[in-house]
């Protein structure tokens, strides 16, 4: 029998960004993370995500650090490696539509500062969403990656995701991403939705999925086999759970088969021996709940992803509902099927999760609907792949016209009034891309940044040090 010929996956190890944003609220530090650069630098990922998401608001709202200084810390770091950011589309890492103008400065300042790769997402899968993103990756030379945001239901079938596949490579993607959040991505279909999409388009195909449901080193694994030319995994601390597969895990489950990654296992050893105490630390503190480390298999009768699910209990918590739980979870699948069937990701989690605590508390069905429930239902989000429920969305905005063109295009340029706004407190041209996301936390963190400074700079005077915080 010939020799089966070789095709290494690739591997985009996640500790930096999505392991510890699913596993520890995205609370890990740069501290944390500086130490441990130079040897993942040895290892040959294909890439290392380590920005966007939520880190971006986690390290302004909880670290008081400056992301866009970790990101050029990171880089400087990374010297052989490619460096891979998360980035919502028109939302940006934010929460709701920006205009157009700071979705290309962002893109512009994320290349400048570092990012090689933007695996750029709508949470709705309405590629109108994603058109400037791109352009803007494609025009400063930086690696366009399109994820299609996968999820369950009756508009998506094989053919959707195909479709959109296509679509995605005539609109310039370099790559294309399977971003499965919830880990619903069962094996046997990853073998059909990625030999799908494998023989539709000629961009390689990466695939993002989460150990919620306890099928992702199984689905890797067909994926591969299929086609799949790229995966993302988490060291091992870091892995599981609500996080992905282990990359030692993966690495050697390939290991000698015509998809040897060739990765060094002695060297991820003491990577992950870097990163097991701070787990441990996490652990200790709490931080890292040991709930969200097993098999939760209600993903996939609920379809919520783990993040989603941590935020319920919160919010239930904080209503001393928490008996509603089930009830909760039993609403969200029908508030989404009112909405238009959207995938499950921030912001439509959000959106769809806040909507449904409300439908159960209120003791009554849209009695009280939230501005973005009202923002999502009037289209200002963009277009979802099944309609809305008429009634539903006649009860949310009245007589108001719905929006049908790309939401973006009603936006005019803001950044000239965002940097206004936030002239006394710029320090950097980037300053004013955070203060363009959050506001209200930017302010806070330029207050904190201003009186450290202050501290650093009376100190330094006493002690004649040179060293100055930049
Ligand atoms: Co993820």
Same mark, same amino acid.
């Given at each position: 029998?010939?020799?089966?010929?070789? +095709?290494?996956?690739?591997?985009?190890?996640?500790?930096?960004?999505?392991?510890?944003?699913?596993?520890?609220?995205?609370?890990?530090?740069?501290?944390?993370?500086?130490?441990?650069?130079?040897?993942?630098?040895?290892?040959?990922?294909?890439?290392?995500?380590?920005?966007?998401?939520?880190?971006?608001?986690?390290?302004? +709202?909880?670290?008081?650090?400056?992301?866009?200084?970790?990101?050029?810390?990171?880089?400087?770091? %990374?010297?052989?490696?490619?460096?891979?950011?998360?980035?919502?589309?028109?939302?940006?890492?934010?929460?709701?539509?920006?205009?157009?103008?700071?979705?290309?400065?962002?893109?512009?300042?994320?290349?400048?500062?570092?990012?090689?790769?933007?695996?750029?997402?709508?949470?709705?899968?309405?590629?109108?969403?994603?058109?400037?993103?791109?352009?803007?990756?494609?025009?400063?030379?930086?690696?366009?990656?399109?994820?299609?945001?996968?999820?369950?239901?009756?508009?998506?079938?094989?053919?959707?995701?195909?479709?959109?596949?296509?679509?995605?490579?005539?609109?310039?993607?370099?790559?294309?991403?399977?971003?499965?959040?919830?880990?619903?991505?069962?094996?046997?279909?990853?073998?059909?939705?990625?030999?799908?999409?494998?023989?539709?388009?000629?961009?390689?195909?990466?695939?993002?999925?989460?150990?919620?449901?306890?099928?992702?080193?199984?689905?890797?694994?067909?994926?591969?086999?299929?086609?799949?030319?790229?995966?993302?995994?988490?060291?091992?601390?870091? =892995?599981?759970?609500?996080?992905?597969?282990?990359?030692?895990?993966?690495?050697?489950?390939?290991?000698?088969?015509?998809?040897?990654?060739?990765?060094?296992?002695?060297?991820?050893?003491?990577?992950?021996?870097?990163?097991?105490?701070?787990?441990?630390?996490?652990?200790?503190?709490?931080?890292?709940?040991?709930?969200?480390?097993?098999?939760?298999?209600?993903?996939?009768?609920?379809?919520?992803?783990?993040?989603?699910?941590?935020?319920?209990?919160?919010?239930?918590?904080?209503?001393?509902?928490?008996?509603?739980?089930?009830?909760?979870?039993?609403?969200?699948?029908?508030?989404?099927?009112? %909405?238009?069937?959207?995938?499950?990701?921030?912001?439509?989690?959000?959106?769809?999760?806040?909507?449904?605590?409300?439908?159960?508390?209120?003791?009554?069905?849209?009695?009280?609907?939230?501005?973005?429930?009202?923002?999502?239902?009037?289209?200002?989000?963009?277009?979802?792949?099944?309609?809305?429920?008429?009634?539903?969305?006649?009860?949310?905005?009245?007589?108001?016209?719905?929006?049908?063109?790309?939401?973006?295009?009603?936006?005019?340029?803001?950044?000239?009034?965002?940097?206004?706004?936030?002239?006394?407190?710029?320090?950097?041209?980037?300053?004013?891309?955070?203060?363009?996301?959050?506001?209200?936390?930017?302010?806070?963190?330029?207050?904190? +940044?201003?009186?450290?400074?202050?501290?650093?700079?009376?100190? =330094?005077?006493?002690?004649?040090?040179?060293?100055?915080?930049?």
């Amino acid at each position: 029998m010939a020799e089966q010929a070789k +095709r290494p996956v690739k591997i985009t190890e996640t500790v930096l960004r999505d392991a510890h944003q699913s596993l520890i609220a995205t609370r890990m530090t740069t501290e944390q993370m500086l130490p441990i650069i130079e040897k993942m630098d040895k290892v040959g990922y294909h890439a290392v995500e380590c920005w966007g998401g939520a880190t971006f608001d986690a390290s302004l +709202r909880f670290l008081k650090e400056d992301p866009w200084e970790r990101l050029r810390k990171l880089r400087a770091g %990374f010297k052989n490696t490619k460096l891979q950011m998360l980035f919502r589309g028109q939302n940006i890492l934010g929460y709701r539509h920006y205009a157009d103008d700071v979705v290309e400065y962002f893109v512009q300042k994320s290349i400048a500062n570092g990012i090689d790769i933007i695996r750029i997402f709508d949470a709705l899968n309405d590629l109108r969403n994603l058109e400037c993103a791109v352009k803007a990756a494609n025009k400063e030379k930086g690696h366009a990656q399109i994820a299609l945001s996968y999820t369950l239901g009756d508009a998506y079938t094989i053919d959707y995701y195909v479709k959109m596949a296509k679509q995605v490579e005539e609109m310039g993607a370099d790559s294309i991403c399977i971003k499965d959040m919830a880990g619903l991505l069962v094996p046997y279909e990853a073998t059909n939705l990625v030999t799908a999409i494998k023989s539709a388009v000629k961009i390689p195909v990466d695939l993002h999925t989460h150990y919620t449901s306890g099928v992702a080193g199984m689905t890797y694994l067909k994926a591969v086999e299929a086609g799949c030319d790229i995966i993302d995994t988490a060291m091992s601390p870091f =892995a599981m759970g609500t996080s992905q597969p282990a990359t030692e895990v993966m690495v050697e489950t390939f290991k000698g088969t015509p998809y040897d990654t060739g990765l060094d296992q002695d060297l991820l050893a003491e990577i992950a021996d870097y990163f097991r105490p701070i787990q441990e630390e996490c652990l200790k503190s709490g931080l890292l709940n040991p709930k969200v480390m097993g098999v939760n298999i209600k993903t996939l009768l609920y379809q919520v992803p783990g993040g989603m699910l941590s935020n319920l209990v919160s919010q239930l918590k904080e209503q001393k509902a928490e008996d509603k739980y089930y009830d909760v979870l039993k609403e969200i699948p029908r508030v989404r099927k009112d %909405f238009g069937e959207p995938p499950l990701v921030t912001p439509s989690s959000q959106i769809v999760g806040t909507q449904a605590v409300l439908n159960v508390l209120a003791g009554e069905r849209y009695k009280m609907i939230t501005k973005e429930s009202k923002a999502i239902l009037r289209g200002e989000y963009g277009r979802t792949a099944m309609p809305f429920n008429p009634e539903v969305q006649k009860k949310a905005i009245g007589d108001d016209q719905p929006i049908t063109c790309r939401p973006a295009d009603l936006l005019k340029p803001e950044l000239k009034t965002i940097e206004k706004e936030m002239e006394q407190w710029k320090q950097q041209d980037e300053d004013v891309l955070t203060y363009a996301l959050f506001p209200q936390v930017a302010t806070e963190f330029f207050k904190y +940044r201003q009186a450290q400074q202050t501290k650093v700079d009376v100190s =330094a005077a006493d002690t004649k040090n040179k060293a100055y915080p930049v």
